[in-house]
């Protein structure tokens, strides 16, 4: 293989001390010589420069125009980011290359000349390389491709942009039909799949970086004892500022941006030396990331340096830092792959180990963090299955494609199905959504909005007029977020603190407080699409919430969960609270197994609860819940709630005890009760809405106007009624279907739990509560906080309820998380 440097390059590696990696250069041979490649490597591997390294030699002599090289991430700050860094070799060697960004941050102005005079590096993203095909010179603005880098390429692949970065894949394979794809990524469960996804016509040539050092990952606890329940981890706020006092520069990684805000504060009130610490997260306002993403890069000691960053997934994913000293999750990471990637983040040098602190929030917690300690240290990495390419996405790309050029059904469907995600596509599903994108399918036919494209006699299909283009355009993308509002201070001109969900600031009343920003801030009104607030409110505040924040847990760290609460051999690396904790269940009641389900029953305060520990994360119990209620409802247990949690479920119900345990769990409820519910659902109507918007069936923006949130729920909501009753076959609704099962209802995993636990349903009578149930009771509790029972009130039934459990005094107990 030819993996000789030109002179100028060997000395540049050389004037910063650097070799060229091996793996590095093996994909510098596979690229030069056409092939696709897929480089597995860590965070710290070299991957970026492995990536460009092809073009920039291609490119160092001059004399090529036009568009050479393409870069897709999955993040427009990382474009950005990846811009400045490919500056420095370029700049050194003083290279004749131009290197630009293509995000929707962009100008309009310099996306104009782009178009007219295109950079020999791009960096974009997913959907604004969509919008690029779109046009109709896309066939002369990419003739000329050579390589397409794929950043980050586990996060996307098994995505819904992931689903239309491959579509695009699939139309560059046509325009520009020798270039390379070059996909970076970490190290992934399947990477058979990753490969195929990566490659054009076969599955790329796969090289893998050697791993580094194993990374050192400890658990955290609080310093007084382990909470009994609770998301946030606010209870480790002073064991977190002892460990950000001791390192240079700490990443604390939390699950939510309500648990952002909220730790934020927790820290800060602790903060008497005013350490600088910052917050970042993916709804403050795009310059207030950039400015704490700059700092995150001065050294230690540098005027404006950080002490740390507080952080949701917004930093998952990113650029090297070099001067991380550690990372510190704040609850527990709900998957292996997960906490990898986020220890990642931290001290990339691959002959160090990466430093970092597990701190949960919670008892239940504390035994997924240390299954997935134990898991990240076996490499036990999460592999869940991937659904096939979604058919609202298809849609979408069908529209846009009609909107660059008329086409050919079957050379359309030929070149979707080079699209790995597409691979299996049938012809039966491809003419459906080719016949709802061009009349709405039969059910909507009359509707003249719903017609977008027409056949010409020569079966070509053209889109109906430059109107529809221009709204398939302002409608690209798969990411559904609910309207967001800019948070202003001051009045509608004042500082743009960042964006509140439409839904929290609706219930706002002049005067309440929220926390947002960092801040706590007083609600003056809601004008237009902007939340005028101002800085120094009093009482206690609000913390916004937002759609879809939360992570379920994994099934292998799940499974992995099980099998270590179930062998006391491996309580040895639990606090001892919690090994008493275990010890007390295992004497009062009995422990869930790897493979069976444990169940208990008793009753408490007149009424009888049954509590499932069925460790298969929070969307699936949510279903079995929804489920299982139905089922005791016939059997006139007179089911009056439940609580879901990705640990266990509880139902509460009347005066007399549910019976007949084990055909409550039998896999037939699957069958007529799974149907029955998921229509009555408002779950499968969510999940509708997003696939309505996605498709084009219900945009959110049309020339001229914007859609609220409450009129694209009206729209969606009544088109889901129509389509129901006139054509229960419509794609759409087979779509919903599809991804129902996998995502908010996760059916598909509670089967593998129901057909698990066949004939493995263990049923515990209790007289009262068991230590295990705990948790999940004080779950309960804080449902009924928002029904109106107080704080205090809540505690104090909770310290009845733990006393009574675990034998001990009340005012030993520390219950506040």
């Not at 917050?279 to 795009?286: A, V, W």
């Not at 709405?440 to 036919?445: R, V």
């Not at 916004?544 to 099980?562: C, E, I, K, S």
């Not at 179930?566 to 009995?590: I, M």
Request: glycine residues 8%.
């Amino acid at each position: 293989m030819n993996t000789a440097l030109p002179r100028r390059f060997d000395a540049w590696f050389a004037q910063r001390g650097w070799t060229p990696r091996v793996h590095q250069l093996d994909v510098l041979a596979l690229a030069r010589d056409g092939r696709d490649v897929l480089l597995i490597a860590p965070t710290g591997g070299g991957k970026t420069l492995a990536g460009f390294l092809p073009s920039l030699i291609a490119l160092a002599d001059g004399g090529t125009d036009g568009l050479h090289t393409l870069y897709v991430s999955p993040l427009k700050a990382l474009a950005t980011d990846i811009a400045r860094n490919l500056t420095a070799p370029v700049s050194e060697m003083a290279l004749p290359i131009r290197i630009e960004t293509r995000t929707g941050d962009t100008p309009a102005d310099r996306r104009a000349r782009q178009r007219e005079r295109p950079p020999q590096i791009l960096l974009t993203t997913p959907e604004s390389l969509a919008l690029l095909l779109s046009r109709g010179d896309a066939p002369a603005f990419f003739a000329g491709l050579a390589y397409i880098v794929i950043d980050e390429a586990h996060a996307l692949a098994g995505t819904k942009r992931g689903d239309q970065l491959a579509l695009c894949l699939a139309r560059l394979a046509v325009l520009a039909s020798g270039a390379s794809r070059i996909g970076l990524s970490a190290t992934v469960a399947d990477i058979d799949r990753l490969r195929a996804y990566v490659g054009r016509h076969a599955p790329a040539s796969l090289i893998e970086a050697p791993l580094g050092a194993a990374p050192d990952i400890r658990l955290l606890l609080p310093e007084e004892r382990v909470p009994w329940s609770g998301r946030m981890g606010l209870a480790g706020a002073s064991a977190i500022l002892a460990r950000v006092r001791e390192a240079g520069m700490t990443i604390v990684f939390v699950n939510t941006r309500a648990q952002a805000e909220l730790l934020f504060q927790a820290i800060w009130r602790l903060n008497d030396e005013t350490l600088p610490i910052a917050l970042h997260h993916g709804s403050l306002d795009i310059n207030q990331r950039r400015r704490v993403e700059a700092a995150m890069s001065l050294g230690k000691g540098a005027p404006g340096a950080l002490r740390a960053v507080i952080a949701t997934s917004s930093l998952d994913l990113g650029i090297d830092w070099g001067g991380i000293d550690q990372v510190i999750q704040v609850g527990a990471p709900k998957g292996v792959s997960r906490l990898l990637q986020r220890v990642g983040r931290a001290n990339h040098r691959m002959d160090e180990s990466s430093s970092a602190v597990l701190v949960p929030a919670n008892r239940f917690e504390v035994l997924e963090c240390q299954a997935a300690i134990a898991g990240a240290a076996a490499m036990e990495l999460d592999g869940e299955a991937a659904l096939p390419g979604g058919l609202d996405v298809l849609a979408q790309h069908v529209l846009l494609m009609a909107a660059s050029a008329p086409f050919m059904p079957d050379a359309l469907f030929d070149e979707v199905r080079t699209a790995q995600p597409y691979a299996g596509l049938s012809r039966h599903d491809f003419d459906d959504v080719l016949g709802f994108v061009a009349t709405g399918g039969y059910a909507l036919a009359a509707y003249e909005r719903h017609h977008k494209l027409f056949t010409d006699s020569e079966s070509r299909v053209h889109i109906s007029g430059e109107r529809v283009a221009r709204q398939a355009r302002m409608n690209v993308g798969t990411i559904v977020e609910a309207p967001l509002l800019k948070v202003r201070l001051g009045g509608p001109r004042g500082l743009n603190l960042g964006e509140i969900e439409e839904s929290f600031a609706s219930h706002l009343r002049e005067g309440d407080a929220f926390l947002f920003a960092g801040r706590k801030l007083r609600f003056l009104r809601l004008r237009e699409t902007n939340v005028e607030v101002a800085e120094g409110a009093a009482g206690d505040p609000l913390v916004p919430a937002y759609a879809g924040a939360r992570n379920p847990l994994t099934a292998g760290l799940a499974a992995r969960v099980r099998a270590m609460l179930h062998d006391p051999a491996t309580w040895a690396s639990y606090p001892e609270p919690v090994r008493e904790w275990l010890a007390l269940q295992q004497d009062r009641s009995a422990l869930p197994g790897p493979d069976d389900l444990l169940v208990e029953i008793f009753p408490r305060q007149g009424r009888w609860f049954l509590i499932a520990y069925c460790f298969e994360g929070r969307n699936a119990h949510q279903t079995l819940g929804m489920l299982l209620t139905r089922r005791l409802a016939r059997a006139r247990s007179m089911p009056l709630g439940f609580v879901a949690t990705d640990y266990a479920i509880a139902i509460w119900c009347g005066e007399a005890p549910p019976v007949d345990i084990a055909a409550l769990f039998d896999e037939d409820m699957l069958g007529d009760d799974l149907e029955a519910w998921m229509a009555e659902s408002s779950m499968l109507r969510r999940t509708f809405r997003n696939i309505a918007v996605v498709s084009g069936l219900t945009p959110r923006q049309r020339p001229g106007e914007t859609a609220t949130r409450r009129q694209v729920t009206i729209n969606t909501d009544l088109l889901y009624d129509v389509l129901r009753r006139h054509q229960p076959d419509h794609v759409l609704l087979r779509a919903t279907r599809l991804e129902a099962g996998g995502g908010l209802t996760d059916v598909d995993r509670l089967a593998a739990l129901l057909s698990r636990v066949a004939g493995r349903v263990r049923v515990m009578r209790l007289a009262r509560v068991s230590p295990l149930a705990v948790p999940v009771m004080l779950d309960i509790g804080r449902e009924s906080v928002r029904d109106g029972l107080s704080e205090d009130q809540l505690l104090a039934e909770t310290e009845a309820l733990v006393a009574d459990a675990i034998g001990v005094d009340p005012e030993r107990l520390v219950l506040r998380a």
